[in-house]
């Protein structure tokens, strides 16, 4: 096991740690704080926390917006639980996050559910959570005052990241409140895939929960004494340092140990499916005065076996973490066992725990570029079509309507073709369209596209169809693309009061998926042959 300690000098930490109490509130600009459902372009601070949350609609454009009946509130119900989006209409429905760090960070992503008979249908629903475009879990509710968090540590590998809701026929899904902060480099360490919270957390304390701004991270930490445990807990006010996981001192400042001193100290739980592998986090520091002849020393086992071969001995000003290395084996029922030593005179304790297990999401999102060109054209000429949310191109079967990809198992899908044909668009022919590089066909008619046909459409290198008949374009065809369109190579359709390509003859746009898909493998498994022969030549 690899276990983290503080390696700078104690007053060097003191001084970081006063440092972070003062600049808290800097923290928030690396977090998204979501509240589902209120008034478009809304926000406020929340006054227990100090957060500042935003409103939805500018993360999604479907839904509707519902509140929890008056009747039942509770005096004690967070701001975010109030209100919430709800989605009757659609398959998959998604909110799309762009944070400032972009891919290769770690983030912490939170989703929060509360139904309390908001429809007042008294029906709890299940339905489930992707991230990206793979599922993440299921969301199911045992009563109607559930409230259910799904939190999970991710490393994504695009810049976009959508958080989708899908309809699998057993209730209407709904969200209340969507989170996601931006993680230290330093902290969850690891290449296992992303992290998948099952619990964290506080022993020490039998009810509350800790969160922003004890925790910088916004980590949300429920308290708990115990089964057979005593509470110790920090007489002394000494200041707990926070040490590499930045874990609150509040959280910190408690603990528990066996209620008989002789005895070890068990914790124990059974996983929700058998094939989850765990990642353990036991966090530890000493929160009692030690006299000269006292000692805490224990070993830490894990289902009968040493888990950690070195002897645990929590300091009293710094935080200690033993973690493990690698995905614990799958078991029906896990048992960690804290035995102190022959020589220790105290018993073991223990202040804090986290569990995750890994998640592998392996499905290649659409390339970057690609999915900001789209995005852009779609708030360019703002598109409304029903499906335009999340990932254009997969999974395959939520592909957005008229958008043709390619797909191959090892490179992100691309768009190799765009049908906007009759979609109601004005202005002109938007730039980012020069950006799909690898669209093969393109059909723009039939709208009220004005201004000049831009020439960097000829530079679209595997465009072989261009339909833009049917607009109030003005001056004439580019010479380029009469060029392309004279040697065979472009099947360009254009009014003739433009000049050009008036007499061609385009398919109908239904028959163009299934061609399309046709040419586009060719095309794409073209350019990655020649762009191995180009690696191996090098």
């Not at 949350?53 to 519902?66: L, R, T």
């Not at 964290?200 to 701004?213: C, D, I, Q, W």
């Not at 603990?255 to 001193?261: G, H, K, R």
């Not at 073209?526 to 090098?538: E, S, Y």
Request: a negative charge; aromatic letters at 12%.
């Amino acid at each position: 096991m690899r276990l983290f300690k503080c390696s700078v000098f104690s007053s060097l930490v003191y001084f970081a740690h006063v440092l972070l109490i003062v600049h808290s509130q800097e923290y928030q600009s690396d977090f998204i704080n979501i509240d589902c459902g209120i008034p478009a372009d809304s926000n406020y601070t929340d006054s227990y926390t100090g957060l500042h949350y935003v409103s939805d609609s500018g993360f999604i454009d479907a839904g509707e917006s519902k509140t929890i009946p008056p009747a039942y509130r509770s005096s004690s119900l967070q701001q975010q639980l109030v209100t919430l989006r709800s989605f009757p209409q659609g398959t998959r429905n998604c909110y799309t996050l762009k944070p400032v760090q972009g891919r290769g960070n770690r983030y912490f992503i939170r989703a929060w559910f509360y139904y309390r008979n908001y429809d007042l249908k008294d029906r709890l629903p299940q339905f489930d959570l992707y991230l990206g475009v793979e599922k993440w879990d299921t969301i199911y509710f045992n009563q109607t005052t559930t409230r259910v968090q799904k939190e999970i540590i991710h490393v994504p590998t695009s810049d976009y990241i959508h958080v989708c809701l899908v309809n699998t026929g057993l209730g209407t899904p709904f969200i209340s409140a969507l989170d996601l902060r931006y993680f230290n480099r330093s902290m969850y360490t690891h290449d296992f895939g992303s992290l998948k919270l099952f619990t964290r957390v506080n022993f020490g304390e039998s009810f509350g929960y800790y969160r922003y701004k004890d925790d910088i991270y916004d980590r949300y930490w429920r308290s708990s004494d115990y089964f057979n445990s005593s509470l110790l807990y920090n007489s002394e006010n000494v200041t707990r340092y926070f040490g590499v996981y930045n874990l609150p001192a509040v959280v910190m400042e408690t603990a528990i140990a066996p209620e008989n001193t002789s005895n070890p100290l068990k914790l124990e739980w059974e996983p929700t499916n058998k094939s989850d592998q765990f990642l353990i986090y036991l966090h530890f520091a000493e929160v009692q005065k030690l006299q000269t002849n006292q000692s805490r020393e224990f070993n830490i086992y894990l289902n009968g076996n040493l888990w950690y071969d070195e002897t645990i001995t929590p300091y009293d000003v710094i935080t200690l973490t033993v973690e493990s290395v690698a995905p614990e084996k799958p078991e029906s029922k896990y048992e960690i066992v804290l035995q102190k030593t022959n020589t220790s005179t105290l018993p073991p304790i223990i202040n804090a725990l986290e569990l995750y297990t890994v998640r592998k999401f392996r499905q290649p999102q659409t390339d970057d570029q690609d999915v900001g060109s789209i995005v852009d054209i779609k708030s360019v000429y703002k598109v409304r079509k029903g499906n335009w949310q999340g990932d254009p191109c997969a999974p395959q079967a939520y592909a957005w309507d008229g958008v043709g990809c390619s797909y191959n198992d090892s490179i992100s899908p691309r768009i190799t073709s765009l049908n906007l044909s009759s979609s109601g668009l004005s202005g002109k022919i938007s730039p980012s369209i020069s950006n799909l590089t690898m669209i093969i066909s393109l059909d723009l008619s039939n709208n009220n596209l004005s201004g000049e046909i831009p020439d960097f459409l000829s530079q679209l290198t595997f465009l072989r169809k261009l339909n833009l008949k049917d607009n109030k374009f003005t001056g004439s065809v580019p010479v380029d693309l009469l060029s392309k369109s004279e040697s065979g190579l472009l099947l360009l359709c254009t009014d003739a009061s433009l000049g050009g390509g008036g007499t061609n003859q385009c398919p109908p746009s239904s028959s163009e998926n299934s061609s399309t898909a046709r040419i586009a493998a060719s095309v794409v498994s073209g350019f990655v042959l020649i762009l191995i022969a180009v690696i191996v030549v090098l």
